[in-house]
């Protein structure tokens, strides 16, 4: 910067407290000229707050979980056997996963064996002993009552083989464990050649497709939240963003006091991966709020203000900021539409106060 003018006091003496005196009132004048320039300039900028619509946005971290786990149990003691898939492995509907051998399931498997045949034998008896009675009837060698009592006997011999038969299938089903779902293994919980308990889970599952995104929101905007708000859920990983929907607030807190909600994707044929976790920004209720330029924001002593426009002169105003878009920040209270706010230098303005209150030093 070009000096305007320069002094050599190479040659002079000043008393300290007259060079304190001096440089004090150079500075009053130029901030009290100053803030004379800013507050009659034409240029100083107004601008009309006006109301507009604001759709706020809640934020919160999500993370994709299964909907619900299926474990794979023993039906019976045994020990487990054939049991060669992994965690992240896929599996089929129906397809056999391990199998259960042991003395208690060959009891039970002989034992309906045994039932089956005996019911077959029995079966087999009442039906002949039916065709008899059938045959003496057209002879006048039997009672029609004698006949009703043989198709009665066929009947219950029938249900007794019926019965045995499932149960022998149902023990058979007991040896083999098969995915009930097509699926995939999370994890193992047991191992080749352990001895299981009925009803101990063997691996668990994954349904196939059964993911949501289940996130924790904090702060006093935890009312807003309704199943049905649409979103977008941005992976960590930067991705593509996806559009989310709520499916479930599951209305308890979390250890930290956050509100749980579950998420899915608002469009088919998104697939997730378990695990994959980012951001989550819910769309809130379009509001309308009083829009004012950013840069009329000032900030002092913890709290905000803006410069408004009235006959008796530029004064501040003590606002509450609230969501921002673009260049525009949304005004919570304390300020109505219709009013002159300053735009340019209105940060200086603010503080052009100082000089009023400037002391001399001694």
Do not use: C
């Amino acid at each position: 910067m070009t000096s305007i003018f320069s002094v050599n006091f190479s040659n002079w003496w000043i008393r300290p407290s007259t060079l304190r005196t001096a440089l004090a009132l150079v500075l009053l004048a130029f901030s009290a000229g100053g803030a004379l320039a800013i507050a009659q300039s034409p240029g100083a900028g107004y601008m009309t707050a006006q109301l507009a619509t604001v759709t706020p946005h809640l934020e919160a971290y999500g993370q994709v979980e299964p909907i619900a786990v299926l474990p794979v149990s023993a039906a019976e003691t045994g020990v487990v056997t054939g049991l060669q898939i992994l965690p992240g492995m896929r599996v089929r509907t129906g397809q056999a996963l391990a199998h259960l051998n042991g003395p208690e399931i060959q009891s039970l498997l002989m034992q309906s064996e045994a039932d089956v045949r005996s019911a077959s034998a029995q079966l087999a008896a009442s039906q002949k002993n039916l065709a008899i009675q059938q045959q003496q009837l057209a002879s006048h060698l039997s009672t029609r009552q004698a006949v009703h009592q043989a198709e009665g006997a066929v009947a219950q011999a029938q249900t007794s083989f019926d019965n045995a038969q499932s149960r022998l299938k149902a023990a058979r089903q007991m040896m083999i464990l098969s995915a009930p779902a097509s699926a995939t293994v999370l994890a193992l919980n047991a191992t080749n050649g352990e001895l299981v308990n009925a009803g101990q889970p063997i691996l668990t599952l994954q349904i196939a497709n059964r993911l949501w995104l289940k996130a924790a929101y904090y702060g006093a905007d935890l009312s807003k939240i309704r199943v049905g708000m649409t979103g977008m859920f941005s992976p960590a990983d930067g991705s593509e963003s996806v559009p989310v929907q709520v499916t479930a607030v599951f209305g308890s807190l979390t250890a930290g006091g956050g509100e749980s909600i579950a998420l899915v994707p608002a469009t088919p044929g998104i697939q997730w991966i378990n695990g994959e976790f980012g951001k989550v920004t819910l769309n809130a209720p379009p509001r309308k709020l009083v829009a004012v330029p950013t840069r009329s924001l000032i900030l002092d002593q913890g709290k905000w203000w803006v410069m408004v426009h009235t006959p008796q002169g530029d004064r501040p105003k003590a606002v509450e900021p609230g969501p921002a878009k673009g260049w525009n920040t949304f005004i919570e209270r304390g300020l109505a539409p219709g009013t002159l706010v300053v735009v340019n230098n209105a940060y200086l303005l603010f503080h052009t106060s100082i000089s009023e209150h400037y002391q001399i030093p001694d």
